[in-house]
């Protein structure tokens, strides 16, 4: 374990311009992380130095000596937002109070070259100096690298500041879903994940709503209708053309064909009616066929049992002959067996009479059932045979009806001067062609045109422009309507192929999550669950991360909420939250300032454990953990760092003797 001490001299107050680093070695890291960071006169130090290990960084150190300090240096230094550390909402007081101004460095480790990033923090203005590399630059250009890096500060699963510890369990499941996708996620999940909401928006906005009609009413040829929209309440019309003028040359008796097709209409009904019936009768006939398999099987089951019946008594009687050798006995072995045999033989002869008789009944119902079912059957044939009767009545009175028709079309032949042998003319034969086929629709049509014809009025030249406007109108309206419905087909399937690129990975990444968390709270004899929450699959911007724990055998599990647990259960299940993303983390480093406060001492305990082992790592990202107090005797790892804050007039860390302060600290432990 690697101690560093970290000094803060607050004698020095005219020093307002010096350096805070915070970072590890150049040559360890494969990912951004900090490797040093300079701060002047910030907030608590005139002049410090911190350096901190590849992996695991406790920061340690009593209230006020300024490790919070530090944090608020590395999000200041970062381009983050004051907002986010909760202590002031100007960058100027964070600078070391009685200086005008203040300075951050941090170096990130970067391949090809470290990353440099300085800010001069003037109290005056509360403006600020950014440098990158040394060069003076835009804050936009700090932002743009430290995004490329994949530091997120804003972001409470990767920068975790003591007054925003709260915040986590505040946090809705939408936001802790999408503050997750960025922090440990591929790249392209959140941009997928946007992609979907927007699309989604777009999808309503397009979506076609079914409206009611309000109005019908005809000009010459054509019949206009008037709707309400139920989605925007707004009004719309449409046109259709009146189809035209058309000739009925014959006439029929349509209240005895209507009757007739009534008459098909039944005995076809009775038709499907009996084809029912006989697949009934047919299912019926299959379950007795499998009731009778059930039987079968049952009477070989019981000459199973009676088989191994016989294997017992062999066994009894093994048994008894076993006991006559028995000497001394006061008990009379053969006449308990034969009344226990006696007992077995009346009760095996009970089961049989039983089975016996219920075996008859069984095959007497069965029978009964059978000759009712002949007897329906009988019965649905007789009524098969009366509907081909009737069937064929109703074709004789068809054949009749053509013959009638054919006695017309000649009559109307002789009226029109046309020979018999005639074909109609083309305009009569389309006309005649167009006519519907069915008394009912001849009737509709007819009660149209007289619709049509009461409502028209003759037509002015007004009419004529307002008819050709509107038309015109329509025509838009449709081509506009048809390229939204093209635009909304082309939305549901970029939804589609969005969708099936977003939600798989990230199904399996809350899994590797959850499974993470879930050992984590096993290991602490307690339960937790991370899952993947939405009502609506479709709502992409209601999907969200659920937490669930439990911290009492005698409880169920309950979502993480800022009410229901204690301040030290959110504090626990934040902080495994945490470690179960460590892993899969993407971004180069996390900060958690004071996050153990609240905690029971074996709750915390267990979590300290958990994250020495996980975050010490060497495939895991750098991580710091900031805390006032640490427990004694707890399990430390050579790949952690620890680095103590102190502060006073006379401590220099040139002047730190670090061997000798642990041998007079084991002197005196020896001597107590």
């Keep these: 374990t690697r101690h560093t001490h970290t000094h803060t001299d607050r004698s020095i107050s005219h020093r307002c311009f010096s350096t805070l680093l915070i970072g590890f070695s150049l040559l360890l890291w494969k990912t951004a992380g900090l490797t040093e960071t300079s701060a002047l006169c910030h907030r608590t130090y005139s002049y410090t130095v911190v350096r901190p290990g590849p992996n695991l960084n406790m ?71 950014w ?43 939408p936001d802790l879903l999408e503050a997750t996708e960025k922090s440990v996620g591929p790249p392209e999940m959140y941009a997928y994940h946007c992609k979907l909401r927007n699309f989604r928006t777009k999808e309503r906005e397009l979506e076609v709503i079914e409206e009611p009609y309000l109005k019908v009413f005809y000009t010459a040829h054509e019949r206009y209708i008037v709707k309400r929209s139920f989605y925007s309440n707004k009004i719309s019309t449409s046109n259709s053309a009146v189809n035209p003028s058309q000739y009925l040359a014959i006439t029929v008796d349509a209240e005895g064909k209507q009757q007739l097709e009534q008459q098909m209409k039944a005995c076809e009904s009775k038709l499907s009616e009996i084809d029912e019936r006989m697949s009934a009768l ?100 007789n009524s098969c045979r009366e509907g081909a009767t009737e069937l064929k009545a109703t ?121 993470k968390f879930s050992d984590f709270f096993r290991s602490m004899q307690c339960a937790g669950e991370v899952d993947l929450h939405f009502e609506n699959e479709d709502e992409y911007d209601k999907y969200g991360i659920r937490i669930r724990v439990k911290f009492h055998s005698s409880t169920q599990l309950h979502e993480l909420t800022p009410h229901h647990q204690s301040g030290g259960e959110r504090s626990v299940s934040t902080m495994l939250y945490l470690m179960a993303l460590q892993e899969l983390n993407r971004c180069p480093f996390r900060v958690v300032d004071e996050i153990n406060q609240g905690m029971d001492p074996i709750n915390e305990r267990r979590v300290f454990d958990i994250v020495v082992r996980t975050a010490s790592r060497k495939s895991t990202s750098q991580y710091f953990f900031i805390t006032p107090k640490l427990l004694q005797n ?16 006379t401590v220099s860390p040139d002047q730190w003797d670090e061997k000798k302060f642990v041998t007079r600290r084991l002197k005196r432990t020896a001597r107590t």
């Design 131 to 173: 440098m990158l590399h040394g060069k003076v630059c835009s804050q936009k250009i700090v932002e743009e690298e430290v995004k490329a890096l994949h530091i997120q500060v804003s972001n409470l699963c990767q920068f975790l500041p003591q007054d925003k510890v709260g915040e986590f369990a505040k946090m809705t499941k």
């Design 282 to 381: 047919q299912r019926e006939g299959a379950a007795l066929a499998r009731r009778d398999n059930e039987l079968l099987s049952e009477k070989k089951r019981l000459s199973e049992l009676k088989g191994k019946k016989r294997q017992l008594e062999q066994k009894i009687s093994t048994k008894q002959d076993s006991l006559r050798q028995t000497e001394n006995s006061v008990i009379d072995l053969k006449k308990i067996e034969e009344e226990t045999k006696r007992k077995i033989e009346a009760v095996n002869s009970q089961k049989v009479a039983i089975l016996r008789a219920n075996l008859t009944m069984e095959k007497v119902h069965l029978a009964l059932k059978t000759v009712g079912l002949m007897a329906e059957k009988a019965k649905l044939e």
């Design 395 to 515: 074709d004789q009175v068809k054949v009749r009806l053509t013959e009638q028709c054919k006695g017309l079309l000649k009559k109307a032949k002789s009226v029109c001067r046309m020979q018999l042998n005639e074909n109609l003319p083309e305009d009569l034969h389309n006309a005649f062609t167009k006519l519907p086929d069915t008394l009912a629709e001849i009737d509709a049509m007819l009660n149209e045109e007289h619709s049509r014809a009461e409502f028209f009025t003759g037509l002015s030249e007004q009419v004529v422009e307002d008819y050709n406007r509107k038309e015109e109108e329509i025509k838009n309206l449709e081509k506009e309507l048809e390229e939204k419905v093209n635009a909304l087909n082309a939305y549901r399937q970029n939804i589609s192929e969005a969708k099936e690129r977003w939600l798989n990975p990230l199904k399996q990444l809350v899994e590797k999550i959850n499974e």
């Design 634 to 649: 707890l399990k430390y790892v050579d790949e952690m760092t620890v680095l103590c804050v102190h502060n006073g007039q």
């Design 59 to 129: 920061i340690v150190g009593a209230n006020g000596t300024g490790k919070s300090s530090i944090v608020c240096a590395i999000c200041l230094g970062l381009a983050g937002k004051t907002a986010l550390l909760g202590r002031g909402d100007k960058v100027g007081l964070y600078v070391k109070s009685g200086c005008r101004k203040g300075f951050v460095e941090i170096e990130l480790y970067k391949q090809g070259g470290n990353v440099v990033i300085s800010r001069e923090i003037h109290v005056d203005t509360n403006q600020s100096v």
